[in-house]
């Protein structure tokens, strides 16, 4: 029995093993130039398969398409230090700024929809948020690190 288990174990341990990935498409470099980044953070991508990824040292988000051209950049007259991006079920982005401790919402071409946030403990507040994430019920959640919490928000 219990080689049986082992075996079993070993068997389903190699069916999920693919080894090297067949297909690695790379872009970027650093600088500050469109389609370089300095230190970028997180990445999402939406519906319609365009890759947004927050570029920390830049201070704003990058917009590209699958592939890796680029499309545009926002944030810069928003962001200190832009953190994690998530897209939501209607396509717009929200992105964490960690030194802000603010939570900014931004249509999919870089509009500036709204912030909330700042710095504290109490509900709707943050110390450093990290994560953030949109659920098709129009549920924001937000990893509050310096919190140690997670902050689910309903916004209307």
Same mark, same amino acid.
């Given at each position: ?28 470099? !650093? ?30 988000? !990058? ?14 007259? !928003? ?78």
């Amino acid at each position: 029995m219990y080689r049986l288990h082992l075996f079993t174990l070993l068997a389903v341990l190699l069916a999920g093993c693919t080894g090297s990935p067949a297909d690695v498409q790379v872009w970027g470099g !650093q600088g500050s130039e469109p389609g370089q980044f300095n230190e970028p953070f997180d990445v999402a991508v939406d519906a319609d398969g365009f890759v947004y990824v927050t570029d920390v040292r830049n201070n704003r988000v !990058q917009k590209f398409t699958a592939d890796g051209g680029f499309v545009l950049a926002f944030g810069q007259q !928003q962001f200190e230090k832009p953190g994690g991006i998530g897209i939501g079920p209607d396509g717009t982005v929200w992105v964490t700024d960690y030194d802000l401790d603010r939570i900014f919402h931004f249509d999919p071409n870089g509009k500036l929809l709204g912030a909330w946030g700042g710095k504290g403990d109490k509900p709707g507040l943050f110390s450093g948020p990290t994560g953030v994430a949109a659920s098709r019920n129009g549920r924001i959640y937000v990893a509050d690190w310096g919190n140690h919490r997670i902050q689910n928000v309903l916004l209307q």
